[in-house]
């Protein structure tokens, strides 16, 4: 199993009650020193698995200490292996259990929220990436040539905003939830502007089997959508960022997205907005399995009323995306 390291920076004098604190948790390390003029190191090293219910305890704690910190550290290898071999008390075995039983498979709650709301917002590199492979992405549907376009999917990078939207609305945070739909709003209209130019300069027709596939939203579309939207949450959840690549391609918005702009560009208005039918019905359906998803995780805020906020929140947006889902299946029975 991975390991982490979690290291604490706090006034000298300061953390001797930490041992007590997480004396029901299972540690394989710990180590206390001195790291210059009146601070003290604490080094915690344990089971990715645990971090969380470390962490959550950890954090009001620190919060009360001035000049205290903590990071949390990847740990490659340990010599020689360590083990958590504390004993469980009858009291909390079945709880961590039920810890084990939600965390094993996941990273911790605080490190996917470090690793999401990093990669999302608008930077220069986001909007560079959203051009190029918009640009890309109407080159491959003019030359009907599929192996541009997985590139474009490849590229693209509309879907981390997506997934942070849906752990926004899981954890009930209305400022990752902003950022995300600033990011992804902008990313979809700047990819949609880059089609209509291209558009405008260069004529498509319905003939062209790409931009055909891409206008007539089918049932297997929204099928798709939601279990690439499960595997992309998965993904981040176990840090497995590589696999990451094959939900971009399976759950792609770029395509569907450029296509409506060259067809709007190229004045077939109609055929342009079944194009985007199909872009928003991944939005949906990656939005709606990400919600559950994390929620069928685990992954919920640490303290009572946190949970009642982000539960109210998660309800409203299972709403909203069930509802939207369920206009876009009227449609398909028109």
């Not at 090293?45 to 009360?64: G, R, T």
């Not at 502007?193 to 931009?211: K, M, Q, R, S």
């Not at 872009?279 to 919920?300: H, K, M, P, Y």
Request: aromatic share 6%; proline share 4%; charged share 15%.
């Amino acid at each position: 199993m991975e390991q982490r390291l979690i290291e604490i920076v706090l006034p000298e004098g300061k953390g001797d009650d930490i041992p007590e604190l997480l004396h029901e948790q299972s540690l394989a390390g710990y180590w206390r020193d001195s790291v210059g003029e009146n601070q003290a190191r604490i080094r915690i090293l344990l089971n990715s698995s645990d971090v969380e219910a470390v962490l959550d305890i950890l954090e009001p704690y620190l919060e009360k200490l001035p000049d205290a910190s903590a990071l949390l550290l990847i740990v490659e290898a340990s010599i020689p292996r360590k083990k958590n071999d504390q004993p469980q008390t009858e009291d909390n075995e079945i709880d961590n259990e039920e810890n084990e039983a939600n965390n094993s498979t996941r990273i911790s709650r605080h490190e996917l929220y470090a690793d999401i709301s990093a990669n999302t917002g608008i930077s220069s590199t986001y909007l560079i990436m959203v051009v190029l492979s918009a640009v890309i992405a109407a080159i491959g549907l003019v030359r009907n040539d599929m192996a541009i376009i997985i590139g474009a999917m490849v590229l693209a990078p509309l879907l981390v905003p997506n997934v942070a939207l849906a752990l926004a609305s899981t954890l009930g945070d209305t400022e990752l939830a902003v950022k995300a739909l600033k990011a992804a709003v902008v990313g979809f209209m700047l990819a949609l502007a880059i089609g209509i130019l291209i558009g405008f300069i260069y004529t498509v027709h319905l003939e062209n089997p790409a931009i055909a596939a891409r206008t007539n939203l089918r049932w297997s579309d929204l099928v798709l959508a939601l279990a690439s939207g499960v595997a992309g949450v998965l993904a981040f959840t176990s840090g497995g960022q590589l696999s990451l690549i094959g939900v971009m391609v399976a759950v792609a918005l770029m395509p569907p997205l450029v296509t409506a702009g060259l067809l709007f560009g190229s004045s077939l208005p109609v055929m342009g907005f079944k194009a985007l039918e199909l872009a928003f019905a991944n939005v949906i359906c990656v939005n709606l399995s990400g919600i559950v998803t994390f929620g069928l995780q685990g992954i919920r805020p640490a303290t009572w009323w946190e949970k009642s906020k982000a539960g109210k929140a998660k309800s409203r947006s299972l709403a909203i995306w069930i509802s939207l889902l369920i206009l876009l299946a009227w449609i398909l029975l028109r």
